[in-house]
């Protein structure tokens, strides 16, 4: 299996993407990496060692963070975001992951990679953390600001696909989200997709809350990109005021310091699980190819993970699971 990395993407590029690659073509020999971006600052940073399963492809362009997605991908071909793409495109690799302008990968993986036949909207998945580490998966969670009916129901087949292919979940529960329960709650967007769900292929539980969540009343999570992207940074954002205060209330005496040295262990353990490294990062399912938006702030660790990720995702085939289900429709 190939798997093209964007080497320039990304707050901690190339450093950090760099050696994250390296770590893991060391760890997985089968897998073949393809660092994509400039030659001359990827081998700086790979400091003489160069696995045999690693390869660097070199990109003269670099999309930054700031630039317009849809304008930055049309005209930066040579770029090491856009060169990835093209890759996956090719069948060079099956794989791409990049940590940088989260616009323009979707762009890219609209335009360069390409749609599935069938599939109207690709969603932008992420794997919300539950209370008893299992995780919800939820999707859209920003790829696509307005939504169709229609398109819930293609997140919904294929979050449901990517369970249980990826992750080995059988007959998972898909959710909608909603302002309450009760079957007619919501707008006209979600009272139209609740008739959809009801119908298809899948194991719909009907409408949830997001209150509910995070306890896993459901496996996977549907919704429009707008609402879900609102919905996640309230969830990172009350995850970091949480984690602030508690440091803050540790450290404000020495009482306190001696209750938080035996809390320890706990607390690093619940910050491991809101941790978006332990993730890799968020597939963009829907496309030809896999196409993997990793965090900005990405390091080593987050890198090699989604390297792990991607390397799951095309061991299962899924890709080519969602294809065929989509073309049974």
């Known amino acids: 299996m190939r798997i093209a990395i964007d080497a320039m993407g990304g707050d901690h ?33 790979l400091g003489g060692v160069k696995p045999s399963n690693l390869t660097v492809v070199h990109a003269d362009d670099v999309i930054g963070p700031d630039e317009e997605p849809v304008k930055a991908v049309r005209r930066k071909k040579s770029s090491s975001m856009v060169m990835a793409g093209q890759l996956v495109r090719e069948g060079k690799a099956e794989a791409m992951l990049s940590a940088g302008n989260t616009g323009a990968l979707m762009t890219t993986g609209l335009l360069v990679v390409g749609r599935i036949e069938g599939i109207e909207r690709p969603a932008l998945v992420y794997m919300l953390p539950t209370v008893d580490d299992v995780g919800v998966l939820a999707l859209d969670l920003g790829a696509n600001m307005d939504a169709k009916p229609e398109h819930l129901l293609q997140y919904a087949i294929m979050g449901s696909i990517y369970r249980t292919k990826v992750q080995g979940l059988q007959k998972p529960r898909v959710g909608l989200l909603n302002v309450g329960t009760e079957a007619m709650k919501g707008n006209e967007l979600t009272k139209a997709a609740y008739e959809l769900l009801e119908a298809a292929p899948i194991h719909f539980i009907g409408n949830v809350e997001a209150r509910d969540v995070l306890a896993r ?52 353990r619940l910050r491991k699980k809101m941790d978006y490294k332990e993730h890799g990062g968020a597939p963009l399912l829907g496309v030809k190819g896999l196409v993997i938006k990793c965090h900005g702030s990405s390091d080593i660790k987050a890198v090699k993970n989604g390297v792990r990720q991607a390397k799951m995702a095309i061991e299962s085939q899924l890709v080519q699971s969602i294809a065929a289900e989509i073309s049974r429709k």
């Open 13 to 45: 590029a190339p450093e950090l993407i760099v050696k994250g690659a390296l770590e893991a073509a060391l760890e997985w020999p089968d897998a073949e990496l393809l660092l994509v971006g400039d030659t001359a600052q990827i081998e700086a940073h």
């Open 217 to 268: 009343n459901c496996d996977v999570l549907v919704c429009d990109g707008f609402a879900g992207n609102i919905m996640l940074k309230a969830m990172e954002g009350t995850a970091g005021m949480l984690f602030k205060t508690m440091k803050e209330a540790f450290t404000s005496s020495f009482i306190n310091k001696m209750a938080a040295a035996v809390l320890r262990p706990g607390m690093l």
